[in-house]
């Protein structure tokens, strides 16, 4: 072989030798290139999210350092953006060749907004005896996403006359405060309370006196003040004028006295005259009865004037009509014969049909009515028996439970009646 052919043999240049470091050169590089492709896109989830409490909602796309259409959350991932606290989150996103990838976040949802916190009034005034007020009473609003507690800024005398400023801590379960200050003045109580409706009473020999109805106390302070009676001089046996003290007394011990006369009158009713009773009689009717009622609708209002209009009382009954109507009606105070008498004597003046019944005597008696307005006769007692019940226009069969029930209140000698319905 010539020596120019060795040359040229000894100058051919093997193409492995190029090919080969080329494609390790790219190899790593495409390995540096992916490794850094991937690790930018695996670090997508911040470590750690701040929110302020009482958001109602918190997307993904706060956990993200750049937008990734796939991102979601977890399934077991849960939080409440409107409730301070700390958060595990799970984030899951899909990313091409390497599938899905995860990362986790913690959020702290924090609380650092105060309450917003109004006066329940503007100016606190107070009696000595008032009950002092808790602290919640001086809040009127409160806006805060979660329960606050209240408290005063310091100890408060209520109970010492003065004026001073009244200063209420509002707290949040964060620790959060706002206060409210009121202007507050304590007073003593010198009002006196009022009694009104006291008027001079009669009543006949051996009644019984009910001193307080239609007497009302009021005070500007006091919701319950006390009322008493001072009837020591009083005998209700005995003929006579008779004086007697109302006495009222409000809780700081203000006192109010109003003194009026009871005549005791003879228990034989002189007055008692047909004209008389039917005069007064007229006048009640004129009261309760209206154009247009039915004789039941009449009945009906005649037994409860009797009811609520007669205080019921067991001593000095009066068996005589005229007299047992004149002092129900005068008077209005009686037995159950005086209410029995006063609605018989009414229903007479506007024509019902009614008739006295009388309960078979045991250790106590009873009267009471029957009515008829064109239906048969019916029960009407106008009494308001012990349990409340009130018997108008019952059944006979209905009014035998009844007594049957009650110690036989209500029974009767069925042979001097007639048929009842």
């Given at each position: ?269 002189a007055e008692a005259t047909a004209d008389t009773v039917n005069a007064m009689a007229d006048q009640i009717l004129s009261q309760i009865i209206t154009p247009g009622m039915t004789q039941l609708e009449q009945a009906k209002a005649i037994f409860d004037w009797t009811v609520n209009n ?5 001593t000095a009954g009066i068996d005589d009509l005229t007299s047992a109507a004149y002092k129900g009606m005068y008077f209005h105070i009686g037995d159950c014969t005086v209410k029995q008498k006063t609605a018989e004597w009414l229903l007479n003046r506007m024509g019902i049909k009614n ?67």
């Amino acid at each position: 072989m010539s020596v120019q052919k060795q040359a040229k043999k000894r100058n051919r240049i093997n193409p492995w030798k190029i090919i080969l470091p080329v494609a390790l050169i790219l190899v790593i590089a495409a390995g540096v290139g992916t490794y850094f492709y991937y690790n930018e896109k695996a670090d997508l989830v911040y470590g750690e999210v701040y929110v302020e409490a009482g958001a109602s909602q918190c997307p993904v796309s706060e956990f993200l350092k750049r937008p990734e259409d796939s991102a979601r959350f977890s399934e077991d991932t849960a939080f409440d953006p409107s409730v301070p606290g700390d958060y595990d989150i799970k984030i899951e996103w899909d990313m091409p060749v390497f599938g899905l990838q995860t990362g986790k976040s913690v959020l702290h949802v924090t609380d650092s907004v105060a309450p917003e916190v109004t006066a329940s009034c503007e100016e606190l005034t107070l009696f000595v005896t008032d009950k002092a007020p808790e602290p919640k009473d001086l809040i009127g609003e409160v806006k805060d996403i979660s329960e606050c507690s209240f408290a005063f800024a310091d100890e408060y005398d209520f109970k010492d006359e003065g004026s001073f400023d009244v200063t209420v801590v509002v707290k949040d379960s964060s620790g959060n405060e706002s206060t409210v200050t009121i202007p507050c003045t304590v007073k003593k109580d010198t009002e006196p309370p009022v009694i009104e409706g006291v008027e001079p009473i009669e009543i006949a020999q051996g009644d019984a006196i009910v001193y307080k109805r239609g007497v009302t106390v009021t005070d500007d302070c006091d919701d319950n003040p006390t009322l008493e009676v001072d009837d020591s001089k009083v005998n209700t046996d005995k003929r006579g004028f008779y004086n007697i003290t109302y006495i009222a007394t409000d809780a700081a011990g203000n006192k109010t006295e109003v003194t009026t006369q009871v005549h005791i009158v003879s228990a034989k009713i002189a007055e008692a005259t047909a004209d008389t009773v039917n005069a007064m009689a007229d006048q009640i009717l004129s009261q309760i009865i209206t154009p247009g009622m039915t004789q039941l609708e009449q009945a009906k209002a005649i037994f409860d004037w009797t009811v609520n209009n007669i205080t019921y009382s067991e001593t000095a009954g009066i068996d005589d009509l005229t007299s047992a109507a004149y002092k129900g009606m005068y008077f209005h105070i009686g037995d159950c014969t005086v209410k029995q008498k006063t609605a018989e004597w009414l229903l007479n003046r506007m024509g019902i049909k009614n008739m006295e019944i009388e309960k078979i005597r045991d250790t106590r008696g009873h009267y009471w009515l029957l009515i008829d307005v064109g239906e048969g006769w019916y029960h009407y007692d106008p009494n308001l028996q012990l349990d409340g019940t009130l018997i108008f226009y019952w059944h006979d069969a209905d009014l035998w439970a009844y007594s049957n029930a009650h110690k036989n209140t209500h029974n009767y000698d069925k042979s001097k009646y007639p048929a009842i319905q």
